[in-house]
C-alpha cells in the first residue's frame, strides 16, 4: 500500500560553513517541527516519521523527550 507524508523542509544556509545541514523539518500531518544539525539526522528523522509503525501521535512523543 502507498501512503503520502507531507514535509515542509527550512534549511539553513551558512556561509561560513556552505557544506553543512541544518533546518527543521515539518511535519503536515502533527503540525511539529523536528530540528536536525547534519544530514544523518535529517535521514534519520524521514525515516522515524514515515515508518509504517509510526503515528503522528509517537512522532511527538519522540520530540518531546528529544529523540530526534
Not at 515539518?26 to 539526522?41: E, G, I, K, L, R
Request: net charge negative; proline share 4%.
Amino acid at each position: 500500500m502507498r501512503t503520502t507524508h507531507t514535509f515542509v523542509l527550512r534549511l539553513w544556509m551558512d556561509t561560513d560553513e556552505p557544506n553543512a545541514w541544518r533546518g527543521t523539518l515539518h511535519s503536515v500531518a502533527n503540525d511539529a517541527d523536528y530540528p536536525f544539525t547534519d544530514m544523518q539526522m535529517l535521514l534519520d528523522l524521514l525515516r522515524q516519521l514515515t515508518s509504517y509503525t509510526n503515528t503522528p501521535a509517537q512522532a511527538d512523543q519522540h520530540q518531546e523527550l528529544g529523540d530526534e
